[in-house]
C-alpha cells in the first residue's frame, strides 16, 4: 500500500522554534500537519498490522539534515490512525521502519509504502 504526500511536512527544528515561542503554534503544527496527511490517507484501505513502513522523503535539496526530515514520520503515522488506516502505532502495529532520502527540486514529497509482515 503506497501513500504519496505531494509536500514537504514541518521538520524538527522548525517544530522545536515553534514550542519554544509559543506551545499554541506547535500544537497548531502537529494538528495541520497530522491533518494533511489524514486527508490523502483517507483513500487507503485499513492495513492488516503489523505493518512495516518504508519512508521516501523526496526534498528540495539539502539543506535539512536527515534526521530532521524524518521527525515527520510522527505526523504520518498519527494522521495514519486518524484515517483509519492503522489502528495505532505501538509495537503491535509498527514492526519497523525505514528512512531513504532524495533530492527532487521540482517535486517535493513524502512517499510511505506500507507493507504487512503477517500472513
Known amino acids: 500500500m503506497r501513500l504519496i504526500i505531494p509536500h514537504e511536512l514541518t521538520d524538527l527544528n522548525t517544530y ?10 506547535a500544537a497548531l503544527i502537529k494538528r495541520n500537519m497530522t491533518g494533511l496527511v489524514t486527508l ?7 492495513a492488516k498490522t503489523p505493518v512495516r513502513i518504508t519512508y521516501h522523503w ?3 535539496n539539502r539543506r535539512k539534515d536527515k534526521s530532521n ?3 515527520a514520520k510522527k505526523f504520518i503515522e498519527d494522521g495514519l490512525i486518524k484515517a483509519g488506516v ?3 502505532d505501538g509495537w503491535n502495529d509498527i514492526e519497523g521502519f525505514t528512512d ?12 510511505v509504502e506500507l507493507e504487512t509482515t503477517v500472513e
Open 58 to 60: 523526496y526534498c528540495k
Open 16 to 25: 522545536i522554534d515553534a514550542e519554544r515561542s509559543n506551545k499554541y503554534q
Open 100 to 111: 531513504k532520502f532524495y533530492i527532487d527540486k521540482e517535486n517535493p514529497r513524502v512517499e
Open 40 to 46: 490523502y490517507a483517507r483513500r487507503l484501505k485499513p
Open 86 to 88: 492503522l489502528k495505532n
Open 69 to 71: 526530515i524524518a521527525f
